[in-house]
């Protein structure tokens, strides 16, 4: 029996979950997922002001640690993770791959399980969000088999 090898490929902003089955079955679009509110500017994800510290020395303005884009791709990420993660407690893969950009590489690191982690055995720090599925297929073929 083939393995199956589940392929992610996303950004901040959109994620396709590609499944191949074993050699010469090539890779078959299973869902696309998209966050448009990772590509909104920052300004627009703001609904108030900063909130303002009473009783500070100096009266000062408290902001975000975090920009509302990096939450909105921080919220994506453990999207992206929840499915893999409920993939692999399904069985329904034995391997998997990672395409993203470094920063959401990053993101989706600290955000998958150690279990899961353990069975992603190949990632690749580029944007393949605007590739074609055969030009993923070819960018991947040595390590899935194709």
């Known amino acids: 029996m083939a393995q199956t090898t ?11 979950f590609y499944a191949n089955s074993g050699p010469n079955k090539g890779l078959a679009l299973m869902k696309e997922i998209r966050h448009p509110e990772s590509r909104q500017k920052n300004a627009a994800l703001v ?4 909130g303002s510290m009473a009783g500070t020395a100096g009266r000062g303005v ?10 909105e791709a921080r919220v994506f990420a453990l999207e992206l993770a929840r499915e893999l993660n409920q993939g692999r407690n399904g069985n329904q893969y034995q ?14 690191n600290d955000s998958l ?9 190949d990632r690749f720090e580029k944007d393949y969000t605007k590739v074609s599925e055969k030009q993923i297929a070819s960018q ?3 390590c899935i088999f194709l």
């Open 140 to 142: 991947l073929e040595g």
């Open 95 to 108: 391997r998997a791959i990672i395409v993203a950009p470094p920063a959401m590489m990053g993101l989706l």
């Open 62 to 71: 408290m902001s975000p640690h975090t920009l509302p884009k990096e939450h």
């Open 47 to 50: 609904t108030d002001r900063p």
């Open 113 to 121: 399980d150690s279990v899961t982690s353990n069975l992603v055995t």
């Open 6 to 16: 589940w392929i992610l490929v996303a950004n901040a902003s959109l994620a396709r």
